[in-house]
């Protein structure tokens, strides 16, 4: 393990801490309690917060005065500091760009023609199929890189490209390799559920025999996912598929989480009983299942990226399901099919233009919210002693700015674990 160097961050001119008000994810009125802190300074050591307060008094600190030739000091001269972003869904395994569908999407074509033009998803299987791990791992370390560029310190990655046991494993196993080699946190999932593969056309629960029974016993004995995730929709998985997979998972001891109601309803009384860490997309919510969403620990993830890049007029009601008490997190879904960014500053402006969000809802819903849904709210998500040393620095005086100037990356600096990485000298 490298040594990781004191760390002093002083003249913040607004700092988020988003530190906790109550335990458990935010929900209602607390999605916008940012916590701030003018003027103030943030000490690290070992990869961890030890001191979060104003600069005035960092500086009187007597350990901090003996020591201060030894501390890497970075003054930040008014910016905007918050906790890195918790970036809680993204789809890094992938070979190229789809550009096919893109240009197809865009001339009207629905997904029948794009996948007759050689486009959709099993163009993203064969490209992961082909590939060496060495060139996935490649992939997913400069995805990495620019994620931290980003502002983004911590990231879940899924499979979800190979479909098959061969391919799935290459998958994880150049996530777990690029990972490696990256400051920052990563949370591997395992999305063998991700469509029925082609060559289970018309076989669906075959397949779903082969995932609960092949896959996800070798992803377990290897130790290659945190999470097990399954796409539930119309078209994709069933609600008893999803069950059925939850339970397997939970046998391997994998924690699990769901895409659900990008396209159709399902009804969650089901799927809520195995405590999914997070239900994701959530376009389509019975109002039924509201309050027993709210009564649960299950984030709803939102992922405004998809609704965008589709051109859909329509947004998940992020209003209705905050209102409701609903712990809300917000992702880029990043993948090469309907979310190709990995800018979670462009998802915040689109949950604000969109979804009505305030500037400070998304903040809280892409860090700390996005840490309960990855259940790591105990190190991830707020700026307070004790926690990982995950920050971002953004290159406003004023933390709303983060979503206003939408469309170019402003974020200056970011430390992940404590070790600083960026183009700011102060
Ligand atoms: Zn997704």
Redesign the pocket.
Known sequence: MRKIPPLLLINIGQLLTLRSTSDGPRRGASLSELGIIQDAAVLCLGGKIVSVGTTKDALRDPWLKKNRKKIIEVDCRGRVVLPGFVDS???PVFMQPRLVDFEKRIAGANYEEIAEAGGGIRSSIDGVRKASKAALTDKVRAVLADLARHGTTTVEA?S?YGLNLESELKSLEAIRAAARGWPGTVVPTF?GAHVVPPEYRGRSQEYVDLVCNEMMPDVAKRKLAQFV?V?CDRGAFSAGDATHIFAAAEEHGLAIRA?LGQLSETRLGALLRYRPASL??MDYVNDADLPMLAQSDTVATL?PG?NYFLGLARYPDARRLIESGVAVALAT?Y?PG??PTLSIPMAMSLACTHMKMSPAEAIAAATINGAWALRMADRKGSVEAGKDADLAMFDFTDYREIPYWFGANRCVMTIMNGVPSGHFSS
């Open positions: 869904h993204t789809h899924k979800g999305l995730d796409f895409h994701d997309h992922v998809a879904d993948n309907s979310s």
